[in-house]
């Protein structure tokens, strides 16, 4: 695959209590920051001159904080900066309390082609619960706009599992979001995650978290109800109309496809080695200005350590594991590397083998971490 590109814009203009994304909400660096993302484009382009990428996502953050000047200069330096093709997925993620209408025509125009709108629920209470910055009506309206400004490529984010909901709730936020049809739809379980200040409130006792039993109902009816709509649960939380409107960019996580980060905290891939940048504002500008690169870490993975991911990774994915390819890869005969956890696992319906692949069912991927775990145990 193509490497892929993966701009980070660091500003909220206010933090969700779940996320634990770094982010800040000090808009006013938003221009010291361009600078900076502008100065690391030009140095890690030195490394890959030549290399075509055929997908660039910006995402935060809260991008569509950004004036469309900026976003204009940040596109205009990429393009400059590296080799991006002509017909490139570019994505751009939007919070529908930080757009209007022709704030998404000056982005379509700019050269976004792939919008991904974090409407979360279209339930006023939800959102209040998770902290958002707009109504329900600012979601549809924002939906609306986006298919007014020309994207054909839209994709909308929502999150289930929210302490207190019932099924019949779910099912009305993912009735709306098929009713509009988008060409993707991405259902999160809602994850607590340490340090954030949701966790703080459970941990507080504040709400109790939803019963499992319920959360995983609700993931089990997403894809049965999704799936009755024309959508392909292509991944596990990921839905779309067709293959050509999966994520291409996110697609070259799942799939062990090169990609550099750019901007704060970013990640960056070219097998075997990771690298990430600080998730300090003012230490990436004080690099860069200094001529450095903003780098907190690089690591090297082992063999055991990519073979870790990519079972995790590929069964995260419906198409699954491509058996012949990871042996390609690794050297090893994947069936008798995993055989008794693969036995055990095919036997309770929770894996899929047909010679080619080995994939999870629906109901396997509700225990995906248990699988996993069990998996890599048996890697040397």
Request: proline content about 4%; hydrophobic content about 40%; some cysteine.
């Amino acid at each position: 695959m193509n490497p892929g590109l993966y701009i980070h814009v660091p500003f909220c203009v206010r933090k969700c209590p779940y996320c634990d994304f770094y982010s800040t909400e000090d808009v006013s660096r938003l221009g010291a920051y361009k600078d900076a993302l502008i100065r690391e484009m030009a140095m890690r382009a030195a490394a890959a001159p030549c290399l075509p990428f055929d997908t660039v996502h910006i995402g935060g953050g809260t991008p569509s904080v950004m004036d469309v000047s900026s976003l204009e200069q940040i596109l205009k330096a990429a393009y400059s900066n590296f080799n991006i093709l002509s017909d490139a997925e570019i994505t751009m993620e939007a919070n529908p309390g930080t757009i209007a209408a022709d704030t998404l025509s000056d982005y379509r125009s700019a050269g976004v082609n792939r919008i991904n709108i974090g409407v979360q629920s279209f339930n006023d209470a939800n959102l209040s619960f998770l902290g958002r910055i707009h109504s329900a009506a600012q979601a549809l309206q924002a939906l609306r706009s986006a298919e007014k400004a020309g994207f054909e490529n839209i994709g909308l984010d929502l999150i289930y599992g929210l302490p207190g909901q019932q099924m019949d709730s779910w099912q009305k936020d993912l009735a709306a979001a098929a009713d509009f049809s988008p060409a993707h739809i991405s259902c999160y379980m809602l994850t607590i995650e340490e340090g954030t200040k949701m966790a703080a409130d459970m941990d507080e006792g504040i709400f109790i978290p939803l019963c499992e039993e319920l959360v995983s109902a609700m993931f089990a009816r997403t894809s049965q109800f999704l799936s009755s709509r024309g959508y392909r649960h292509y991944e596990i939380s990921n839905f779309a109309v067709s293959d050509k409107a999966r994520s291409a960019h996110n697609q070259k996580y799942w799939k062990n496809a090169p990609y550099i980060g750019l901007g704060p905290a970013a990640h960056s891939y070219v097998e075997p080695q990771r690298s990430w940048n600080t998730e300090n504002l003012d230490q990436y500008i004080s690099a860069l200005f200094s001529d450095r690169l903003p780098e907190e870490k690089t690591e090297c993975l082992s063999l055991s350590q990519m073979m870790i991911e990519a079972v995790y990774l590929g069964l995260r994915q419906s198409d699954g594991i491509n058996i012949m390819k990871f042996e390609q890869r690794f050297g090893k005969n994947f069936n008798e590397m995993f055989a008794p956890a693969l036995q055990r696992f095919t036997s309770s319906g929770h894996i899929q083998l047909d010679g080619r692949t080995c994939s999870l069912t629906l109901e396997g991927m509700l225990f995906i971490d248990t699988i996993v775990k069990d998996l890599i145990s048996r890697i040397p």
